[in-house]
């Protein structure tokens, strides 16, 4: 049984560009929930798909974003990258049906760099 | 707004040793609340997670935690830490319908044998 899964593993950009992280969830899940984690501190969420629609949103900027494919996979996408941007990204896979008490699994994470 | 406080940044203990990780949130209504250890190199996993009934609930590896609503607490402990334990571990809140997880800025416990 594959857990969540996300590539890349590392990531260095420069500042203004963009770039797009990719997670697939646990088999048997539909939800995608992505996460940022700076050093130090932890995971805060940013968004979470369902049915391919973000149906909750933490507090970040437009700059972030997202999509959810037919296949419960999802993307990250953030753009005008910043410096303050470079942290762990995490994706996290439930099942909606399950609600708020199910358990999220969670995937290795994209380690980005922004110089 | 919702917010979770881990009381202790850095614990350090030796084989044996008892622990308790505190947890407090601030939300007044209905909460699920799990505890999540990541081991260096790992990702993250559950520990063990309460959402109703017995407010002291027991998870993997030798771990408990309970749920005292009066103190909006939610600590975490094991009678006896292993040089394996060493890891972070992050305390976790979620609220109303959503599977939306605010979290703790952790604790890293270090265990020396």
């Known amino acids: 049984d594959a857990g969540v899964t996300q590539s890349p593993t590392h990531l260095i950009k420069t500042r203004g560009q963009q770039v797009t992280l990719r997670c697939s969830p646990k088999?048997?899940?539909?939800?995608v929930s992505w996460y940022q984690q700076a050093l130090g501190q932890g995971p805060q969420f940013i968004f979470q798909?369902?049915?391919?629609?973000?149906?909750q949103r933490g507090n970040f900027p437009d700059r972030f974003s997202g999509h959810q494919f037919p296949n419960y996979s999802s993307e990250l996408n953030v753009n005008a990258l910043l410096l303050g941007d470079s942290a762990l990204y995490l994706c996290?896979?439930?099942?909606?049906?399950?609600?708020?008490?199910?358990?999220?699994?969670f995937g290795p994470g994209t380690r980005l760099t922004v110089l | 707004a919702q917010s979770v406080s881990q009381h202790n940044h850095h614990v350090i203990l030796s084989e044996a040793a008892s622990l308790e990780l505190g947890c407090n949130y601030s939300?007044?209504?209905?909460?699920?609340l799990f505890w999540y250890v990541q081991y260096p190199g790992q990702h993250l996993q559950l520990l063990l997670k309460?959402?109703?009934?017995?407010?002291l609930v027991k998870g993997i590896k030798g771990f408990e935690a309970e749920f005292i609503k009066s103190k909006f607490s939610f600590n975490l402990r094991k009678p006896s830490v292993q040089w394996s334990d060493t890891a972070e571990y992050f305390c976790?809140?979620?609220?109303?319908?959503?599977?939306?997880?605010?979290f703790g800025a952790g604790t890293r416990l270090a265990v020396h044998p």
């Open positions: 996290a896979s439930s099942l909606r049906l399950a609600g708020a008490t199910d358990t999220q699994y």
């Open positions: 088999s048997g899940h539909d939800t």
């Open positions: 798909y369902y049915e391919e629609e973000e149906r």
């Open positions: 939300y007044g209504g209905t909460v699920n």
């Open positions: 309460y959402f109703s009934g017995d407010p």
């Open positions: 976790a809140v979620n609220t109303g319908g959503y599977n939306k997880l605010i």
